[in-house]
Each structure stands twice: as C-alpha cells, then as structure tokens.
C-alpha cells in the first residue's frame, strides 16, 4: 500500500470544496435544527436549487455569475415559504415528512426529461465557470504546499468558498447571541411557552428556515463551482449525511458544523483510498475493492446511530445542554 | 398539601359583582367577557360558555372536576385554540380570531398546567423571553450589539430584580431543567411577569409543586393582586381556592355551573354535585390499574375524562411516559 | 401468545443475528454466480461493431431485439440483463439500426418514429446507438382503455402500498417512531426472495420464507435497537434520526452484497393476459392484487377483533392510559414490529414484481410515499394509511396519463403538501387539544 498517496489524498480533503460545501449546509441545518428545532429532512433540495440556480441563471440566462449565486439565493427562499407555510403551523415530524418529500419532488424535476433543454435532465450542466474564472484574483499556475498544491482556479474555488463560510459562520454567531436567537432558542424547547410570551413564533421559524435554507443554497453553489451539477447527487442520502455531520461536530454550536464537515470528509476520504487499497492487498479476505469502498457508508450510518445514542451534544456541544428537546 | 399557618389571611376583595351571586353574573368592572362561547372535541362539548366575566383586580379561581373544560377554555380565552361559536374581549378589545401571540402583547398572559420552562436556556434567559418590545428580537437589528445592548441591560436588571422576589436570583446561571418542579412553576410565573402584564392566567400553579413552596407561590398570587394585576387560576386544591380566591367559578361539563365568592359557593350543592355526584363511588385504584377490578361504566367514563385531559400529551414521549407525573420528568433530566 | 421470558433477550438476539449474518453469507455465495452476464455480443470477429444500452427509467431491460442491417449485412441480438448489447459489423459504412418495439416490456415504446436510425461508422471503428424510450402510448389504445389500464395498476400499487403503509402507521402509532428505515425493511423483503430463489427455492416456498424472515426481522430490530432505545427513554426525534443512521446502514449493506445492479425474481415481467380492448394483466399482477387484498383485510380484522389488535389501537390512542390500564405495551410494540416487518417484507416483494425489479436504494423510493401516504391518510390510524395509500397509488398511476412518467411520483408528493394545508391531521385523523 501507498501510505504516502494515501495520506495526501486524506489530507487534501481538509479544505476540499465539498468539504466546505458540507460544512455551509451544515451551519444552515444547525441554524434550523440545533438552534430552532426545525426538523429539516430537505437540505438537498435547498442545494439543489443554489446550484442548479447558479449554473441555470449562467447558462440559460446568460447573468453574470454573481448574479447566478444571488438566483440560487432567491430559489432557496422561496423554497423555505413553500416548505413553511404550510407546515410550521403543525407538529414537528410533519416538516421532516414534507422537507423530505418537497426535497424529493426538486430533484425529479431537474432529473425529468420535461425540461431537458434547461436542466439537461439526468446528465446535469457544466460549462458555466467562465465567469467565476474570469473574475479569479489569483494568479496563474500551480502552487501551494504538500497535498494541498492547486491550480489558481482551485485556490479561488476554495478561498471564495472558505469566505463564504467565514461570513456564514460568523452571521449565525451573531445571531444566536442576540436576543432573536434567544428566541429561537426558546422555540426549539416550547413553542407554546414562547408564544405565551407574545413572541410571533410562527415568523421567527420562516426567518430560522429561511437563513439555513440560504447557507444550504450557498453549499450547493460551493459544490458546483468547481465541476458540474448532476441531479443524483441531491438525494436523500446528501441530507442524511449532512444530518451525521452536524450531530457530529455539535447540533447548536457555530463551529461543530465546520469540524464536523472536516472530520467527515477527512476519514471518508481515507477510508475510500484505504480500503480498496486494503481489499486488493489481501488484508481484507472475502472483499471485492468495490464492496470495501462501500463499506465506508456503512460506517457513516452506524456512527449516525451511535453519536445519536450516546454523544447526542456532538463534539464541540455542552454536556448539559442535550441538543434533543424531550418535548 | 397546601398550608397557610405561617401567614395572616389575605384580604379579600369584595363587592365586584352586580346583583346576585349566579352563573354569568355581570361584574363591576370586568377585564374579560365572554359570550357564547362553545368548543367541540369529536361530538363531545368541551367548552359550552353562555355567558361570563371575570372581575379586575381580583384573584378568581376556576375550578371543577376534570374534564370540566377548564384548561380548554383557558386555551380558547388566550388564542391557544379557536372556539366553534362566541365572541369574547379582553380590556374592551374584542379578541376572535387574534393569535396567541398577540393575545399576550396585550397584556394577557397565561402559564400552562405541565410547566413550560425553557429547559435548555438558563433561568436568566428564560426572564430575558418574557420581556416586550426587544430592539434585538428583530433579525435585521439583532446582529448589530449598540443597537439593543442598552435595552438588554435594562431587561436583565428588571429580571434580576423579579427573580430576586422570587429567590431564584442565586440559580440565575444555571439551565431551567435543573430546577425542580416547584421552581419551575416559580419561574414560570416570574417570567410571566417580565411583560408588566394586566391578567395574569394560571394552569394549575400548585401542581406537582413541594408543599415547601407552596407558601411563596401563594403569597406571589396574593402580591400580583396588589401590584394591581388580575389573576385568573384553575386550581384543584380547594383549601387555597378557599385561602386566597377572591371570586369562584365553577365549571362542569364545559358549563359554569355555579358562581360567587369562595365560602358560599363552597356550599353550593351544584357544587359538591359537579365534584362528588358523578364519581363518588369509583375507586380510583380501579382507574389507574393499579387494582385489579371490574371496570364498571363510571371508571369507562372517568377514563374518557381522564384521555381527553392527557390526550394533548399523545406521542409526546417516545412511549408511555408519564406526563402529567412532573417528579419523573425531573429524575430524567438530571 | 405467552410472554416467553425463558432465554435472556440478548443471548436470543445474538442467536438471531448470528442467523442474519450466515443467510447474507449464503446471499453473497449465490450473488457471485448470479452476476449479470457480459453483454450479449453477435460478429465479434470482425473489426467493428455497433453498441449501446437500452434502458428505461434508467432500469435496464433485458431481452430486446435489435437489428443491425445493411451493406449486404444483417444481424440481430437480444439485449443482457443489463440492457447491454453489441453487434459486430465486417465493413465502415452505414447501417440500419433498429430496435424491435414488440420486444418492448408492456407500456414502454421507443420514441415516435426513432425505433429504426440511420447510423455510420466512419472515423472510429465503433458507434453507440441509444434510443429514447417512454412511458407507452401507443396509438391503437384509446383513452378509456388507458385509463382503466392506468387504475388497474393504481390499485395494485396502492394496494401492495398500503402494505408497507400500515405496518409503518402502526409502529408510529405505537411508539411514536417516524422510522425512516422503514424502506429498508421493504427492500429486505425483496432481498431475501432473491436470495431464497437463488438458493434454487421453489416460489411457493420462497416467497412466504422471505416474508418470515422480514418479520423475524422486524423482531430482531425492535429487541436489539429500538426497546434498549425506549428503555433508555430516549426523545423520539433522537430515535427518529437513529432510525435514519439505521436506514443508511442497512441501505449499504444491501449495496455490499448484491452490488448496484438490478435483478429480477423468477416470473417478474410476464406477458398479461388481454382482459378486453387493450387492457392486459399479468397473472403475477392479480396474484399481487389478491394476496395484499387479502392480507389486508387480515391486519383490519385483527385490528378490530382480537385482543392484541385492539391493544394496539388503545396504546395508538393513549399509550400512558394504555400501559395504566394493565396492557403490556412492550410486548404489543414487540408484535407490531413483527407484523410491520412481515408486511413490509411482503410489499418488497410486491413492488419487486410490480416495479419490476430488485435495488438496493428501492426503497429509499417507496419510503417518501408509504410517509405520504400515512399523513394523507392521518398520521397513526391504520386504516388512514390504507386509504392514503390507495389514494396515492392510484394518483402515482393515473398521473402518467397526463405527465410525463419520470415525474409521476411528483404529482402524489405535491398533493400531500396540499393535502396538508387544507386538512393537516389527515383524511381520517383526529384534531388535537394543546394545552
């Protein structure tokens, strides 16, 4: 085995852009969940929509990609009403049931052959990078340090999204020390008892659902940068694994998201080189190099239900402050 | 449970009703009027209210067996639940179809029956929600700190001073599940005070409560009365309605059955009837199963009751915990 | 049914899934020699060729004939299992190329007047030639006759929905558990009738083995994950994201051992028999219609008549009341866990043949609907879920004759959202007091 390209595989990983894009999704999914108790199955179909809105606004519309991000944005907003109205009114699993579906129904429309000539149907869109490209500060060439050496389109990819996240990171800091995420907070252990206290909880939800559905969209706009968006990368499982991350790193903290994504995208990248490449040195007898690479998913669902059990805080949360309300 | 050796009896306030003591008597001076008031749940009439009012400036206590359609009507006056029929206004504002939320900006706020402490928030903050009109509450301006800083440090004095009344200044830093049931309720009410309230509606403030702190939660009722605030409360505990209820009323099967101040409507045979009559053979350990015996049609009927005053607890637990059983909930939280 | 206390539960649980693990040993056995063959190759001596993949509803089908004629040539092959095919070719030139819609499973054609192309090789020594296909409208079937075709198969698959649908209601019902592994549990069903079958188990024995197994499954998670979750008195919404890890879990399991092709059990896609115009129903279809009919009509009497099912209807309604009035909830969430196992077992293989076809992720598909179904229905009331279910099976159905296929689950997701907004307890649940 080549422990050398299988360390700086692993290593590259920690500011890979999907790594960064998980970890925006993330943060929206703390805002909804680990702050607002919103239990939001659909964060796929919220990235869904930033980066078919990003790439479709570029190529369809021909707006400059700025303006493809701030769609994407848009897209997602008017998603979280969708979701909201009908649903913040009623009981917590019926948001699960209906993100979940509402996310579903977003990635069969772009997967449908109806409007090929907009979304390409299954094969997804590319060629849209030109003007991201065009307005990249950095210059030509390839540098950098170890695994972590890129072109200047990847160094750009990766230092707009790192921004991104710093901002994203930042604006939920500031929020959840303010009095409207004291707030929000008390939404997510009684919203009846909040209620009472002449808060309009239904409009501190749609904000909460609002604000974590635009970190989501930013997510999907990160994850598209760098290559293309294909409809099957938003199913269900997408969400689920952003679920595993952020109770991973700390359901109401504004860090545990980040360290979540980064643990997350480190040990699956490891474990995707080292176990095929221990599956074909014989080390793992009764394997095929296919069924080790899937082996690694199998972990991630078995570290969701563990973590769940028995560290429900995460790393980074409180010990006494268990992220799950007994309601 | 309750006790009142330690402190002089309060003095009650008198003269608030016009003409005599009977259901749906007119007030001197009412905070709320209610007319017509009806909710049904599957066929069953929970709430059938033709007409009452509730005095201002007084404590009055809403009592009956269960199922009588208390908390239901509590929920209805609050904008909690909607009424099939009726129209009700509170300080002259006519209150149908107003959201809860607003209800309470007016001035009407209400503390529920399984005590709703913001576990995961400290006690501090807990005060801090209940305060009005917070600069910061709003997304836009709550991320800039100069914008509410002032106002936040103006909430947390009040609501230091509040919990100090209420002896929980000590415990401000630590998470509302730590506290046990009786100061839970305690800083409910506290909390209910942030908002500088005019009606004050309690859910059964001495539920589940250690006879210890009985006490203090009565003379808090009593200290409300004279800062001024009305006080609405259900309550089962009949020694405390008699101690410190200036006006009862009765309910029954969702009706008022009876009305007046504390020691004649203690009297009232409709009264001792709504209590007694319906379920004075059953043995209550045949209800809870915890006797085996036959069931007979009265402990059928006592159950129905008793699902409709849990049934809101549904699915409410992973399974079959007890909610209305606040000591239990404690254990699990520590 | 006696509370059988005589073998300490994990011991039991371990044996059970020392069982679990010997049947997938036997499963990965049998997948190797079930490996989908290399494609179907005609001419393979000569230079060139002609290739491609019919697949539809990106479903591979198997067994279509194409033809590749021209420049005094001509030779035909029928597509692998998965949907793979290659037709050699002596000379550059062009040729004909042409797919033989009569070898079409039923409903699915070739978009209009593309079945035969003109196709050249010039510059590489190779072409790929792929056709469109669709959902099948073909011109000779009127519309009523679609229509009936159409409900017909709603039917069958709100039918074998519902299945799936009430075994999930009751469990939420029960215990409050939203379990979004539920899927799985419907896929295992399916899974284990492969795997019977490829033990060269005759299908009357097969069949009722798999959906035995789905309920000893059932059995097994409930006594080794969800009573220690509700022992420990864990939230639901944590066990509801358990469930979730649970779903992720055994999803890839299911993709370890049978990998990511598609695979069908003995008998799926059979000619029907024409019942009158151009409506055709397999024997397989009324078989499947017959047995969920009948199954179902089994769990809504023992729901109402015998003593545990109306247990279970008490705890749905009230499980403290319930578990005060002396039921033994534990052991009635022990048999609801059975009885949605085996159901959900029996939907598998349902869907398997309804789809048709055996995946690994199918039933992250059919999850989204049976949880459709149950809120449409009314969340926890089991009779909720079977009229959700036939609602939304016919929707899924019907919906084709006006949208495109690959769409259709679209429709009953929508109408959910809708249904929600106008009536949120469902068509058959109950309001709820808050206080």
Redesign the interface.
């Given at each position: 085995m080549d422990w050398e390209a299988i360390l700086s595989n692993t290593a590259s990983w920690l500011i890979s852009p999907e790594t960064i894009a998980y970890a925006l999704a993330a943060l929206g999914l703390a805002v909804h969940f680990g702050y607002g108790g919103l239990l939001n199955f659909g964060m796929a179909g919220f990235m869904a929509l930033g980066a078919y809105g990003y790439a479709i606004s570029i190529l369809t519309f021909g707006l400059p990609w700025w303006a493809g991000i701030l769609v994407g944005c848009l897209a997602s907003v008017v998603f979280a009403f969708i979701l909201g109205i009908p649903t913040l009114r009623l009981r917590a699993d019926y948001l699960a049931i209906v993100t979940i579906a509402a996310a579903e129904i977003v990635r069969l429309l772009f997967t449908t052959q109806v409007f090929d000539a907009v979304t390409n149907s299954a094969d997804g869109l590319g060629n849209y990078h030109e003007g991201f490209r065009a307005a990249n500060p950095f210059p030509e060439g390839t540098y950098g340090f170890g695994p972590w050496t890129y072109n200047a389109n990847g160094w750009w990819v990766r230092i707009f999204g790192i921004g991104l996240l710093i901002i994203a990171a930042l604006l939920v800091w500031l929020l959840m020390r303010s009095p409207w995420g004291r707030v929000l907070k008390g939404i997510r252990e009684d919203e009846d008892a909040v209620r009472a206290l002449g808060k309009n909880v239904f409009a501190y939800k749609m904000q909460a659902l609002i604000i974590g559905g635009i970190f989501g969209a930013l997510g999907g706009v990160v994850f598209a940068l760098p290559s293309a968006v294909v409809p099957s990368v938003y199913v269900t499982s997408l969400t689920f694994f952003i679920w595993t991350i952020l109770l991973l790193g700390g359901a109401a903290t504004v860090f545990g998201p980040i360290l979540g994504a980064v643990i997350f995208w480190v040990i699956m990248g490891f474990l995707s080189n080292v176990l095929p490449a221990m599956a074909s040195s014989g080390l793992l007898p009764f394997m095929s190099t296919t069924q080790a690479a899937t082996l690694r998913f199998i972990f991630v669902g078995l570290a969701l239900m563990l973590i769940v059990i028995f560290r429900p805080q995460g790393i980074l949360g409180n010990k006494k402050e268990l992220t799950f309300v007994k309601q | 449970m309750s006790s009142n050796s330690s402190s002089q009896s309060p003095v009650k306030t008198t003269g608030l009703h016009i003409g005599d003591a009977a259901p749906g008597v007119a007030k001197v001076d009412p905070i709320i009027i209610a007319d017509n008031v009806t909710r049904t749940?599957?066929g069953l009439k929970a709430v059938d209210v033709e007409h009452v009012e509730i005095p201002r400036g007084a404590i009055t206590a809403l009592i009956g067996p269960n199922g009588a359609g208390k908390?239901?009507l509590?929920?209805l006056l609050?904008g909690?639940?909607k009424p099939d029929t009726g129209t009700w206004t509170f300080d002259g504002t006519r209150l149908n179809g107003i959201?809860?939320?607003?209800v309470?900006?007016m001035g009407q706020?209400?503390?529920?029956?399984l005590t709703?402490?913001?576990?995961?928030?400290t006690v501090l903050?807990?005060m801090?929600?209940?305060a009005?009109k917070?600069?910061?509450?709003?997304?836009f301006s709550?991320?800039l700190?100069p914008l509410?800083r002032k106002q936040?440090v103006e909430i947390e004095e009040r609501a230091m001073e509040i919990l100090a009344r209420f002896k929980l200044d000590t415990k401000k830093d630590d998470?509302a599940a730590?506290l046990s049931g009786g100061q839970r309720k305690l800083l409910?009410m506290a909390?209910?005070l942030?908002?500088s309230p005019k009606l004050v509606m309690l859910?059964e403030p001495m539920a589940g409560v250690n006879p210890a702190l009985t006490q203090s939660l009565l003379d808090h009722i009593l200290n409300l009365k004279t800062e001024g605030m009305s006080v609405l409360f259900v309550e089962h505990d009949m020694h405390m309605v008699r101690h410190i209820a200036d006006w009862v009323i009765v309910m029954a099967e969702g009706r008022i059955v009876a009305e007046g101040d504390p020691e004649t409507v203690m009297q009232d045979a409709a009264v001792i009837d709504a209590y007694l009559g319906s379920h004075q053979d059953v043995d209550l350990g045949v209800v809870?199963?915890r006797i085996?015996g036959e069931k007979t049609a009265e402990v059928e009927d006592l159950?129905a009751e008793?699902?409709?005053e849990?049934?809101?607890?549904?699915?409410?637990?992973?399974?079959?915990?007890?909610?209305?059983d606040d000591t239990a909930?404690e254990e699990?939280?520590k | 049914m006696s509370s059988p206390h005589s073998v300490p539960a994990p011991r039991r649980a371990r044996t059970i899934l020392l069982f679990f693990a010997l049947l997938f040993g036997a499963l990965i056995l049998q997948s190797a020699s079930a490996a989908p063959a290399q494609a179907d190759e005609v001419g393979t001596e000569y230079d060139f060729y002609f290739a491609g993949n019919v697949k539809y509803d990106s479903e591979p089908l198997e067994d279509v004939n194409i033809t590749v004629e021209g420049n005094g040539y001509k030779a035909d092959v029928d597509t692998d299992a998965e949907g793979k095919w290659k037709i050699g070719v002596p000379e550059k030139g062009t040729y004909t190329v042409t797919l033989d819609e009569e070898t079409l499973p039923e409903g699915v054609i070739v978009a209009e007047g593309s079945a035969s192309v003109e196709s050249e090789i010039a510059l590489t020594n190779s072409k790929i030639v792929n056709y469109f296909l669709g959902e099948g409208v073909r011109e000779t079937t009127s519309f009523f006759d679609q229509f009936v075709e159409r409900t017909v198969n709603g039917l069958n698959f709100g039918l074998l929905l519902a299945l799936a649908a009430v075994g999930a209601s009751l469990v939420f019902g029960t215990t409050g558990l939203s379990n979004f592994a539920h899927g799985e549990m419907v896929t295992f069903g399916a899974v284990m009738a492969l795997m019977f079958t490829n033990l060269q188990l005759p299908l009357w024995a097969a069949l009722p083995a798999a959906v035995v197994m789905s309920g000893v499954f059932g059995y097994v998670l409930d006594t080794g994950l969800w009573r220690p979750l509700r022992r420990k008195g864990i939230g639901i919404v944590q066990v509801m994201i358990v469930s979730i890890g649970l779903s992720l879990l055994i999803r890839y399991v299911y993709l370890y051992f049978i990998g990511g092709g598609t695979y069908q059990l003995p008998g799926a896609g059979e000619a029907g028999i024409n019942l009158f115009g151009s409506v055709t129903l397999s024997i397989t279809d009324m078989i499947s219609m017959a047995t969920s009919a009948v199954v179902l009509l089994a769990m809504a009497w023992w729901l109402v008549r015998t003593r545990t099912g109306k247990a279970t209807r008490a705890i749905s309604d009230n499980p403290s009341l319930a578990a005060a009035s002396g039921i033994d909830v534990d052991r009635v969430v022990r048999i609801v866990w059975i009885l949605a196992g085996a159901l959900a077992g029996l939907a598998g293989i349902l869907w398997a043949y309804f789809r048709p076809g055996i995946k690994w992720d199918m039933g992250t598909q059919i999850l989204l609907l049976v949880f459709g179904a149950i809120v449409l229905g009314g969340l926890g009331t089991a009779f909720g879920a079977l009229l959700g279910s036939l609602i939304v099976g016919l929707l899924v159905e019907l919906s084709t004759l006006w949208i495109p296929s690959d769409i259709k689950y679209v429709g009953a997701l929508v109408v959910l959202i809708g249904v929600l907004l106008v009536k949120p307890q469902g068509l058959l649940g109950r309001k709820e007091r808050i206080g």
């Amino acid at each position: 085995m080549d422990w050398e390209a299988i360390l700086s595989n692993t290593a590259s990983w920690l500011i890979s852009p999907e790594t960064i894009a998980y970890a925006l999704a993330a943060l929206g999914l703390a805002v909804h969940f680990g702050y607002g108790g919103l239990l939001n199955f659909g964060m796929a179909g919220f990235m869904a929509l930033g980066a078919y809105g990003y790439a479709i606004s570029i190529l369809t519309f021909g707006l400059p990609w700025w303006a493809g991000i701030l769609v994407g944005c848009l897209a997602s907003v008017v998603f979280a009403f969708i979701l909201g109205i009908p649903t913040l009114r009623l009981r917590a699993d019926y948001l699960a049931i209906v993100t979940i579906a509402a996310a579903e129904i977003v990635r069969l429309l772009f997967t449908t052959q109806v409007f090929d000539a907009v979304t390409n149907s299954a094969d997804g869109l590319g060629n849209y990078h030109e003007g991201f490209r065009a307005a990249n500060p950095f210059p030509e060439g390839t540098y950098g340090f170890g695994p972590w050496t890129y072109n200047a389109n990847g160094w750009w990819v990766r230092i707009f999204g790192i921004g991104l996240l710093i901002i994203a990171a930042l604006l939920v800091w500031l929020l959840m020390r303010s009095p409207w995420g004291r707030v929000l907070k008390g939404i997510r252990e009684d919203e009846d008892a909040v209620r009472a206290l002449g808060k309009n909880v239904f409009a501190y939800k749609m904000q909460a659902l609002i604000i974590g559905g635009i970190f989501g969209a930013l997510g999907g706009v990160v994850f598209a940068l760098p290559s293309a968006v294909v409809p099957s990368v938003y199913v269900t499982s997408l969400t689920f694994f952003i679920w595993t991350i952020l109770l991973l790193g700390g359901a109401a903290t504004v860090f545990g998201p980040i360290l979540g994504a980064v643990i997350f995208w480190v040990i699956m990248g490891f474990l995707s080189n080292v176990l095929p490449a221990m599956a074909s040195s014989g080390l793992l007898p009764f394997m095929s190099t296919t069924q080790a690479a899937t082996l690694r998913f199998i972990f991630v669902g078995l570290a969701l239900m563990l973590i769940v059990i028995f560290r429900p805080q995460g790393i980074l949360g409180n010990k006494k402050e268990l992220t799950f309300v007994k309601q | 449970m309750s006790s009142n050796s330690s402190s002089q009896s309060p003095v009650k306030t008198t003269g608030l009703h016009i003409g005599d003591a009977a259901p749906g008597v007119a007030k001197v001076d009412p905070i709320i009027i209610a007319d017509n008031v009806t909710r049904t749940f599957g066929g069953l009439k929970a709430v059938d209210v033709e007409h009452v009012e509730i005095p201002r400036g007084a404590i009055t206590a809403l009592i009956g067996p269960n199922g009588a359609g208390k908390t239901t009507l509590f929920n209805l006056l609050t904008g909690f639940d909607k009424p099939d029929t009726g129209t009700w206004t509170f300080d002259g504002t006519r209150l149908n179809g107003i959201p809860a939320f607003r209800v309470a900006r007016m001035g009407q706020v209400r503390t529920f029956q399984l005590t709703k402490a913001l576990g995961l928030l400290t006690v501090l903050e807990n005060m801090k929600l209940g305060a009005q009109k917070q600069t910061g509450e709003n997304v836009f301006s709550s991320l800039l700190k100069p914008l509410w800083r002032k106002q936040e440090v103006e909430i947390e004095e009040r609501a230091m001073e509040i919990l100090a009344r209420f002896k929980l200044d000590t415990k401000k830093d630590d998470f509302a599940a730590s506290l046990s049931g009786g100061q839970r309720k305690l800083l409910e009410m506290a909390r209910a005070l942030m908002s500088s309230p005019k009606l004050v509606m309690l859910d059964e403030p001495m539920a589940g409560v250690n006879p210890a702190l009985t006490q203090s939660l009565l003379d808090h009722i009593l200290n409300l009365k004279t800062e001024g605030m009305s006080v609405l409360f259900v309550e089962h505990d009949m020694h405390m309605v008699r101690h410190i209820a200036d006006w009862v009323i009765v309910m029954a099967e969702g009706r008022i059955v009876a009305e007046g101040d504390p020691e004649t409507v203690m009297q009232d045979a409709a009264v001792i009837d709504a209590y007694l009559g319906s379920h004075q053979d059953v043995d209550l350990g045949v209800v809870t199963g915890r006797i085996s015996g036959e069931k007979t049609a009265e402990v059928e009927d006592l159950l129905a009751e008793i699902d409709a005053e849990v049934g809101l607890t549904d699915s409410s637990a992973y399974i079959a915990d007890t909610p209305t059983d606040d000591t239990a909930k404690e254990e699990d939280t520590k | 049914m006696s509370s059988p206390h005589s073998v300490p539960a994990p011991r039991r649980a371990r044996t059970i899934l020392l069982f679990f693990a010997l049947l997938f040993g036997a499963l990965i056995l049998q997948s190797a020699s079930a490996a989908p063959a290399q494609a179907d190759e005609v001419g393979t001596e000569y230079d060139f060729y002609f290739a491609g993949n019919v697949k539809y509803d990106s479903e591979p089908l198997e067994d279509v004939n194409i033809t590749v004629e021209g420049n005094g040539y001509k030779a035909d092959v029928d597509t692998d299992a998965e949907g793979k095919w290659k037709i050699g070719v002596p000379e550059k030139g062009t040729y004909t190329v042409t797919l033989d819609e009569e070898t079409l499973p039923e409903g699915v054609i070739v978009a209009e007047g593309s079945a035969s192309v003109e196709s050249e090789i010039a510059l590489t020594n190779s072409k790929i030639v792929n056709y469109f296909l669709g959902e099948g409208v073909r011109e000779t079937t009127s519309f009523f006759d679609q229509f009936v075709e159409r409900t017909v198969n709603g039917l069958n698959f709100g039918l074998l929905l519902a299945l799936a649908a009430v075994g999930a209601s009751l469990v939420f019902g029960t215990t409050g558990l939203s379990n979004f592994a539920h899927g799985e549990m419907v896929t295992f069903g399916a899974v284990m009738a492969l795997m019977f079958t490829n033990l060269q188990l005759p299908l009357w024995a097969a069949l009722p083995a798999a959906v035995v197994m789905s309920g000893v499954f059932g059995y097994v998670l409930d006594t080794g994950l969800w009573r220690p979750l509700r022992r420990k008195g864990i939230g639901i919404v944590q066990v509801m994201i358990v469930s979730i890890g649970l779903s992720l879990l055994i999803r890839y399991v299911y993709l370890y051992f049978i990998g990511g092709g598609t695979y069908q059990l003995p008998g799926a896609g059979e000619a029907g028999i024409n019942l009158f115009g151009s409506v055709t129903l397999s024997i397989t279809d009324m078989i499947s219609m017959a047995t969920s009919a009948v199954v179902l009509l089994a769990m809504a009497w023992w729901l109402v008549r015998t003593r545990t099912g109306k247990a279970t209807r008490a705890i749905s309604d009230n499980p403290s009341l319930a578990a005060a009035s002396g039921i033994d909830v534990d052991r009635v969430v022990r048999i609801v866990w059975i009885l949605a196992g085996a159901l959900a077992g029996l939907a598998g293989i349902l869907w398997a043949y309804f789809r048709p076809g055996i995946k690994w992720d199918m039933g992250t598909q059919i999850l989204l609907l049976v949880f459709g179904a149950i809120v449409l229905g009314g969340l926890g009331t089991a009779f909720g879920a079977l009229l959700g279910s036939l609602i939304v099976g016919l929707l899924v159905e019907l919906s084709t004759l006006w949208i495109p296929s690959d769409i259709k689950y679209v429709g009953a997701l929508v109408v959910l959202i809708g249904v929600l907004l106008v009536k949120p307890q469902g068509l058959l649940g109950r309001k709820e007091r808050i206080g």
